[in-house]
């Protein structure tokens, strides 16, 4: 998606600018389904690359938002696989 055509307020460039970086975001976490330090870890691994990404734009609230939300979908997706037993081998791409 091109963000560059919101509108020239510096609040939306902000967001624009956010919304990119979170776009290049490419999770692929490896875990043991079957330790829950390992799926901690994992999830924790997932948190820090997304806040790296919008590290530059902290405190804007839609980019928050939207960070949050992302995180919620991956750690779905993440303990769906477990659930369902798809977790088992290679890492899986999140995002």
Known sequence: MDYRAWPDDPADAEAAAALAAL?????????????????????????ARIDAAIAPFRGHP??????????DECRYRVLEQIVTGAAAGSGRTLH
């Open 23 to 47: 776009e290049q975001v490419t999770l692929t976490l490896s875990f043991d389904p079957d330790d829950r330090a390992s799926i901690e870890a994992a999830l924790g691994e997932l948190d």
């Open 62 to 71: 839609f980019v928050e938002a939207v960070a949050r939300q992302i995180k």
